[in-house]
């Protein structure tokens, strides 16, 4: 076996080989080179340097290796051959023959195989030829997200040309599905980009009974560091052609946001044809203005009642009977705040004028503050609202209510907090030609708690403690009775009934504290007990004075499983007024199982719901959700889906079945897609199968 040469050159090196971003920067330091090799030589006429045998060349983040290389010092030229490999950090290159000139940074790689770690993406050629610091020609190439000799897709091109950071411009394109050309693109453009960049987006096609046949594009448009849009185009058959904006921005002093505009021409609504405008409006936002005055809105408004029912594609969305517009400034002085708003609200069920809207209501309020050293406290509470609507009363409100408060221990175990508060309202410019009038009525409440707690070690031989509290906790009502017939009632604080009872509660935490092994310790509260009831003095409840009793509870035995319900019970009939219970399993492998199920007695609720995912059976996934009415015996929704996710690829087939309170019959679709890893969805089929 030869001896290995082993030469150390130090010397400025020009800027170097580079085939992608990483090795674009080689060369720009003076670094040294390190050249090995079983064989070497060196001409110092021709400043040429001969390798052979198991080369290794490493400059910087570089590494060229083959059987053979040249090195001209004095051009910069490198021949390799032999089982040529590069590697940098993120990027790798094969070939069998290489010539690279490191002063310009280009040459040519014949039979290579260029691969990019992060995104996995493979790309191959007849031959791979560097223009430039960020230009590529490929010829007789493909590229691939896949792994293997033989993909499960890619696609192959007579020439690919690519600028890293710009776009992929492809001639002669043929999709491949394993070996088998499937589709043909003559010309086809795609972003190479790891930065956001305008362009067109994936368009999606569908067909439904409701919209007809449905094409969908899009266009993404970069409008600065900190802001974007997105236009949209849509065509449907049975409905018309509707456009949309999203703007997207983010600026100084915590201000972001986003707002969203859809409007449509509707030429038919059910086989009807018709002339209907349609569109939706919202924006969303939150930041500070000048001077520290916070801004926040969250605002939504459509002009047609059936606009969700048409358009909403989640049960969020198209069982809403309301839409709400909000925008409130504030501003805080340490313990004292300002707060404006306006809300604006539309029914969506019926075309009700009487909608009560604020515009506005205005809020001055000093948080509880200490007396001097004493043990008393002063709070304030100030609103002014503006009442206003369609049809109906309309005027306005000025309402303030001060605040006495103290605070003792007894025995320091007994915390007793009395509180006595003084409500005054002011009513004035009212349209029912009723004369400006006011009303005051006294609220008192005295709240006595206290807390015993004892700590376990290693209880159940847990390694770590357990430490159970018990808070008793007593709350006093009174509210006199007054008559308030003389002012306009248009909210709850009109109108104020009057208060004599006793609430008592029980409260039980048990918190676990781990002790890691680091020495560090950790605490999950595993379990919460509330249990709670009133005890009616007035003269009304004489009859019945012991109110439902609630019980509400929080269990978190394991970071895996939780279980929280919050139920009331009648204590005169034994009967469940109110059932509120919610439960999920996950694991770390996306294994989950979510149950939701909710009782009222007064609404007449019966209503389930149950969300299923698997993932045991990787690589098939599947995932099942049901809302079931109980009181109606009916499926209000159901969806099955099962998904096939490969390396750089997965198909998921989806089955959705609503209840249509306008059909005879519950409206079902099915959507196929196909995902590509790197190119993202490519294709989809949406179909309304009412038939079935």
């Given at each position: 076996?030869?001896l290995?040469a082993?030469?150390?050159?130090s010397l400025?090196?020009?800027?170097g080989?580079?085939?992608?971003?990483?090795w674009?920067?080689?060369?720009?330091?003076?670094?040294?080179v390190?050249?090995?090799?079983?064989?070497?030589?060196y001409?110092?006429d021709?400043?040429?340097?001969?390798?052979?045998?198991?080369?290794?060349l490493?400059h910087?983040?570089l590494e060229?290796?083959?059987?053979?290389?040249?090195?001209n010092q004095v051009?910069?030229?490198?021949?390799?051959?032999?089982d040529?490999?590069?590697?940098?950090?993120d990027?790798?290159?094969?070939?069998?023959?290489?010539?690279?000139?490191?002063?310009?940074?280009t040459?040519t790689v014949?039979?290579?195989h260029?691969?990019?770690r992060?995104?996995n993406?493979h790309v191959?050629?007849?031959s791979?030829e560097r223009l430039?610091e960020?230009?590529y020609?490929?010829?007789?190439?493909?590229?691939t997200?896949c792994?293997?000799?033989?993909p499960s897709?890619?696609?192959?091109a007579?020439?690919?040309?690519?600028?890293?950071?710009?776009?992929?411009?492809?001639?002669n394109t043929?999709?491949y599905?394993k070996?088998i050309p499937?589709?043909?693109?003559?010309?086809m453009?795609?972003?190479?980009?790891t930065e956001r960049?305008?362009?067109?987006?994936i368009?999606?096609i569908?067909?439904s009974?409701?919209?007809?046949?449905?094409?969908?594009g899009?266009?993404?448009?970069?409008l600065g560091?900190?802001?974007?849009a997105?236009?949209?185009?849509?065509y449907?058959?049975e409905?018309?052609?509707g456009?949309g904006?999203?703007y997207?921005?983010?600026?100084g002093?915590?201000?972001a946001?986003?707002?969203?505009f859809?409007?449509m021409?509707?030429?038919?609504v059910d086989g009807?044809?018709v002339?209907?405008?349609?569109?939706?409006?919202?924006?969303?936002h939150a930041?500070?203005l000048p001077?520290?005055?916070?801004?926040v809105a969250?605002a939504?408004?459509v002009n047609d009642?059936?606009?969700?029912e048409?358009?909403?594609n989640?049960?969020e969305?198209?069982?809403?009977?309301k839409?709400?517009?909000?925008?409130?400034?504030?501003?805080?002085?340490g313990?004292?705040?300002?707060?404006?708003q306006l809300?604006?609200?539309?029914?969506l069920?019926?075309?009700?004028p009487?909608?009560?809207?604020l515009?506005p209501?205005?809020n001055?309020?000093?948080?509880r503050?200490?007396?001097?050293?004493s043990?008393?406290?002063?709070g304030l509470e100030t609103?002014?609202s503006?009442?206003?609507?369609?049809?109906g009363?309309?005027?306005?409100r000025l309402?303030?209510r001060?605040i006495?408060?103290?605070?003792?221990?007894?025995?320091?175990?007994v915390?007793?907090?009395?509180?006595?508060s003084?409500?005054e309202r002011?009513?004035w410019?009212?349209?029912?030609?009723?004369?400006?009038?006011?009303?005051g009525?006294?609220?008192f409440?005295t709240t006595?708690n206290?807390?015993?707690?004892?700590?376990?070690d290693?209880?159940l031989?847990?390694s770590?403690?357990l430490r159970h509290?018990?808070?008793?906790e007593?709350?006093?009502?009174?509210?006199?009775?007054?008559?308030?017939?003389d002012?306009p009632?248009?909210?709850?604080y009109?109108d104020i009934d009057?208060?004599?009872?006793?609430?008592?509660a029980l409260?039980?935490?048990f918190?676990?504290?781990?002790?890691?092994?680091d020495?560090e310790s950790?605490?999950?509260?595993?379990?919460y007990?509330?249990l709670s009831?009133?005890?009616?003095?007035?003269d009304?409840?004489?009859?019945?004075?012991f109110?439902?009793?609630r019980?509400?509870?929080l269990?978190?035995?394991?970071t895996?499983?939780?279980?929280?319900?919050?139920?009331?019970l009648?204590?005169?009939s034994g009967?469940?007024?109110k059932?509120?219970?919610?439960?999920?399993i996950?694991d770390q492998?996306?294994?989950?199982?979510?149950?939701d199920?909710?009782?009222?007695?007064?609404?007449?609720?019966d209503?389930g719901?149950?969300?299923?995912?698997?993932?045991?059976?990787?690589?098939v996934?599947?995932?099942?959700?049901?809302?079931?009415?109980?009181s109606t015996?009916?499926?209000?929704?159901?969806v099955i889906?099962?998904?096939?996710?490969?390396?750089?690829?997965s198909?998921?087939?989806?089955f959705?079945?609503l209840q249509?309170?306008?059909?005879?019959?519950?409206?079902?679709?099915?959507?196929?897609?196909?995902?590509?890893?790197g190119?993202g969805?490519?294709?989809?089929?949406?179909?309304?199968l009412?038939g079935?």
């Amino acid at each position: 076996m030869l001896l290995r040469a082993l030469i150390f050159i130090s010397l400025c090196i020009v800027p170097g080989l580079a085939l992608a971003a990483d090795w674009g920067q080689v060369g720009e330091s003076e670094q040294p080179v390190q050249l090995e090799a079983d064989q070497l030589s060196y001409d110092k006429d021709a400043g040429l340097y001969r390798a052979s045998g198991d080369v290794e060349l490493i400059h910087g983040d570089l590494e060229v290796r083959s059987q053979t290389l040249k090195w001209n010092q004095v051009s910069g030229e490198i021949d390799a051959e032999g089982d040529v490999q590069l590697f940098s950090p993120d990027e790798e290159l094969f070939g069998s023959k290489a010539h690279y000139n490191l002063q310009t940074g280009t040459g040519t790689v014949e039979h290579g195989h260029f691969y990019l770690r992060d995104e996995n993406l493979h790309v191959r050629g007849q031959s791979i030829e560097r223009l430039g610091e960020l230009d590529y020609r490929v010829k007789e190439g493909t590229f691939t997200t896949c792994d293997g000799d033989v993909p499960s897709w890619k696609f192959g091109a007579s020439q690919l040309d690519v600028t890293m950071g710009g776009y992929a411009r492809a001639r002669n394109t043929i999709f491949y599905l394993k070996n088998i050309p499937s589709l043909y693109f003559p010309y086809m453009i795609y972003p190479a980009k790891t930065e956001r960049e305008s362009g067109l987006l994936i368009p999606s096609i569908g067909y439904s009974d409701k919209r007809g046949f449905h094409y969908g594009g899009a266009y993404y448009q970069v409008l600065g560091i900190n802001q974007d849009a997105t236009v949209y185009l849509d065509y449907l058959s049975e409905k018309g052609i509707g456009k949309g904006l999203e703007y997207r921005y983010v600026f100084g002093r915590g201000n972001a946001g986003e707002a969203r505009f859809y409007h449509m021409n509707v030429d038919k609504v059910d086989g009807v044809e018709v002339d209907e405008e349609r569109y939706a409006l919202e924006w969303q936002h939150a930041g500070l203005l000048p001077g520290g005055v916070r801004m926040v809105a969250d605002a939504e408004y459509v002009n047609d009642d059936e606009y969700f029912e048409d358009f909403g594609n989640i049960a969020e969305e198209y069982n809403k009977d309301k839409v709400q517009s909000i925008f409130s400034l504030s501003k805080n002085w340490g313990k004292y705040s300002l707060v404006g708003q306006l809300k604006y609200t539309k029914d969506l069920e019926v075309d009700d004028p009487t909608t009560l809207q604020l515009l506005p209501r205005i809020n001055f309020d000093a948080a509880r503050q200490r007396i001097g050293e004493s043990v008393f406290y002063y709070g304030l509470e100030t609103e002014y609202s503006n009442f206003w609507r369609q049809e109906g009363l309309r005027g306005e409100r000025l309402m303030a209510r001060p605040i006495l408060a103290a605070s003792f221990q007894l025995w320091d175990a007994v915390g007793v907090t009395p509180e006595i508060s003084y409500r005054e309202r002011y009513y004035w410019n009212l349209n029912d030609d009723s004369d400006s009038g006011h009303g005051g009525i006294v609220e008192f409440t005295t709240t006595i708690n206290s807390q015993i707690q004892k700590i376990y070690d290693r209880p159940l031989g847990f390694s770590g403690k357990l430490r159970h509290s018990v808070e008793p906790e007593i709350v006093y009502n009174y509210i006199p009775e007054k008559d308030q017939d003389d002012l306009p009632y248009f909210d709850q604080y009109d109108d104020i009934d009057d208060e004599n009872q006793i609430e008592y509660a029980l409260v039980q935490r048990f918190t676990l504290r781990f002790d890691n092994v680091d020495g560090e310790s950790s605490y999950r509260e595993f379990l919460y007990l509330r249990l709670s009831q009133a005890y009616d003095l007035t003269d009304e409840a004489s009859e019945q004075r012991f109110q439902d009793l609630r019980i509400e509870a929080l269990l978190l035995p394991t970071t895996w499983l939780s279980l929280r319900t919050d139920t009331t019970l009648d204590v005169d009939s034994g009967d469940w007024t109110k059932v509120t219970v919610e439960g999920k399993i996950k694991d770390q492998r996306d294994n989950s199982l979510g149950v939701d199920y909710r009782y009222d007695s007064v609404n007449a609720i019966d209503y389930g719901s149950v969300n299923l995912s698997v993932a045991f059976l990787k690589p098939v996934y599947l995932n099942y959700q049901q809302r079931y009415e109980f009181s109606t015996n009916e499926q209000l929704e159901q969806v099955i889906g099962i998904e096939y996710r490969h390396q750089c690829w997965s198909v998921q087939l989806t089955f959705h079945e609503l209840q249509d309170e306008d059909q005879d019959e519950d409206d079902r679709s099915v959507m196929l897609t196909f995902t590509m890893r790197g190119i993202g969805s490519v294709g989809g089929l949406d179909g309304s199968l009412g038939g079935i």
